[in-house]
């Protein structure tokens, strides 16, 4: 090649050797701060940073050789220009894709991989819209754009100028001989590239066992910590691990489709104690149980929920099924578990046509006269909620869209005023109503008006907003029951109110939810109150989760169900003694857990080693106990996959959604 050709190639592959490498290094010390793994030697820790970073470092020297390969054979003419093209377009890419997840995981503390990028890219307006792009600091935005502006016209601009400065021809004229010297030495520059490429996709494929041996002086619990942050994904190169996780959400084995006998049409049958009561569903978002009063009285964040909760019935150990507000709606609306596979360019499965296979509880309700809405005050899409409020079976749908335009000091406020005219109208018909609420202010980043005085809560400033939005939410509810008391409504109405998942503040290096089955991402409240019952309050102690929800609304309202397949209890009649509980990650294939008893037990599909903890005496979530599973663990672990299959199956063959999971 010409000294140009070496200037051009080098005045961009270098910047992005580096570039990669010191994010990589960065994301590293971030992580490993997040360990605290106390005094570890010198040796061991710089060997654990070679071995962390060595899936990067294999990927960029077989980047570089690649397109030096490539340079060599594509010499002149309409092969140049195109190679051109793509060398800065892919670099572009990769630069965009090893930025983001670093931000990512300095943000939420976890690796970014496709199924993310697939779910969020057709939500981008919404993501920007309620200002989520917000929370990004401007030095990232800054690195972001100096990036990707040198990646697209630094190499241009520094080859004209040492160019005219050395004053080098254009072009160099290549003799034939010369020709097929540079074709053969592209081949063998692309081959030894690929031997490179190949190399970064084995290094991590252990997980962090490969770094234990480098001090075999740490405990099992420390090792535990090292796999929990130094997973598979983590220590393969960003863009790798974002290829990676396309091509096994495109090609990977879905469980086989076992036809599963349909279960008979669901409904309802009304006895001699039957009522034809209102309901009400408060889906509380992002509302973990922990920092709400009823489950931490030292915590004087929500006041008017914890009055409430003393005479109502309260479940001390609630769980969410899958830690996202969609997928949460499905569950204690439909008494079913949500899919746990999805589409493979992003959506919710449930809000396709036909996506939710059975009769919810709003289907169950209208078919006993009852009218329904669903009133929530973000956009309609977010989560395609617009389409999946249908399949959920409500008639009257309520979104920001549709909400009076003046401004509020908090978006939950907007829901109050279209709820008393809908219940007005409702109450002028006579006719019995399911209402349900979906709140939004508790949601990341827990935004505050500027008028708003706030409490200091913790010192931690995204938790002390948190705990913040929590307060204002709780007053929310206040104004919406003394709604329905104004109207006349709230005696004969059963008031259900449940987090749709929890919200993780850094407790095991991790942000937010969605992606992880710890406590603080699973733990909900869960409130049924009836002012006919529950005068004195009662407790269900046994775990439970928002499967429940619908038989025991139906069971308050003096109905029986017929057929169907629901997959919860009553909470009003002794739950099972041997009931296992089971929960799934939103991204398919990061994980799947189950609770029985007070036994957690953690299946990571292979990114990193499974966790076993006792919440009787592990709460937090501490000492991982898997080493002491034995054939336990492995039971438990073809348990979890069995529950997974039989998911998969119900959506795909009973209902007419054969072949859609993961198309």
Known sequence: MSRRDWV?????????????????????????????????????????????????????LGYVLLWVGIFAAARSGLLRWTVVFLFHIITILIVLINTSAHQYFQEFGTTLDYEIIAFELPRIKEVVHYGLVDEVPLSAWVLMGVALLYTALGPWLLTRFVGRWRGWPERPTSTRILYNFYYMSSLGLCSIALLFGSLSLLIGEDGPSSIGALAPELSSNKLAQLSERFSRSFVRDPFVNVVMTAGEAITGEEPAAVAVEPPPPASLVPTTASERRNVVLILLESTRAQPTTPYNEDLDTTPFLNELAKSSLLAEQAYTVMPTTSKANVAANCGIAPSTAEPVFGGVMEAAPGGIPTPCLADLLRDQGYNTVFFMSTSKNFENFEDLQKNLGYESFYSEESMPEKDFDFKDDRMLKPSEEWLGNQKESGKPFLATYLTYDTHYPYTLPDSYEQERFADDEDLNRYLNTLRYQDQWLKNLFEQYKKLGLYEDTVFVLVGDHGEAFGEHGLSIHGNFLYEEGLSIPLIIHDPKRFANGNRVKDPVNQLDILPTVSELLGYQIEGGAYQGNSLLRPLPKDRTLFFSCFMEKKCIASLRGNIKYIHHFGNRSDEVFDLSVDPLEKHNLAEEGGKDLQERRNELLAWRSKIANFYRTNYGLEGSEGQ
């Open 8 to 60: 051009y190639l080098l005045s961009l592959l270098t910047p992005f050797v580096f570039y990669n490498l010191a994010l990589k290094a960065s994301t590293i010390s971030i992580a490993w701060e997040s360990v605290r793994l106390g005094d570890w030697g010198s040796l061991a820790y710089l060997g654990a940073h070679i071995y962390l970073m060595g899936s990067d470092v294999a990927f960029s």
